[in-house]
């Protein structure tokens, strides 16, 4: 799916999603689209395997370039009609709030009452259902987001 500058794809645990693949009606209404960023382009890819924050970061950096780093609302909409269904890991974590490539974030979009940092152990953030961002443990596993384009300097 092509939303301007950004293009978006789709991973499981087989590996890119494809329309003829079973992998269950959840994916039915995902329209996907693959291939390479072009220069100053971003493309996220959804990763619907449950890994732990920084396994998530991990993973993003081996076969993208890093978790997710949605910087304006258009980004933060346009992941949600991929990951309408699932909370999901996006690179921002408390240190104070940075992106996992050590950038500072000017854009968020917070749940009400959030970053709540609950028993002082929510340091990662997940992007729910509704486009809004919470919270949580970084030890938990979710699904997430990588990005691959407008490379940056890792911390």
Not at 42 to 60: G, L, Q
Request: with cysteine; net charge neutral.
């Amino acid at each position: 799916m092509d939303h301007g500058d950004r293009t978006w794809t789709m991973e499981t645990s087989h590996g890119p999603w494809r329309p003829h693949m079973d992998h269950g009606a959840l994916y039915l209404h995902l329209l996907l689209a693959s291939g390479f960023p072009r220069p100053g382009f971003k493309n996220f890819t959804f990763v619907a395997i449950a890994k732990t924050w920084a396994e998530s970061r991990s993973y993003c950096r081996q076969h993208h370039t890093d978790l997710a780093m949605i910087q304006d609302q258009s980004e933060n909409s346009a992941v949600l009609a991929i990951s309408s269904t699932y909370q999901v890991w996006v690179g921002l974590y408390r240190e104070p709030w940075r992106w996992s490539d050590g950038s500072t974030s000017s854009f968020t979009n917070w749940m009400n009452v959030q970053p709540g940092n609950s028993r002082g152990i929510e340091h990662c953030v997940l992007k729910n259902i509704y486009h809004q961002w919470n919270d949580g443990v970084c030890s938990q596993t979710y699904p997430f987001f990588c990005q691959r384009g407008e490379t940056r300097t890792y911390n």
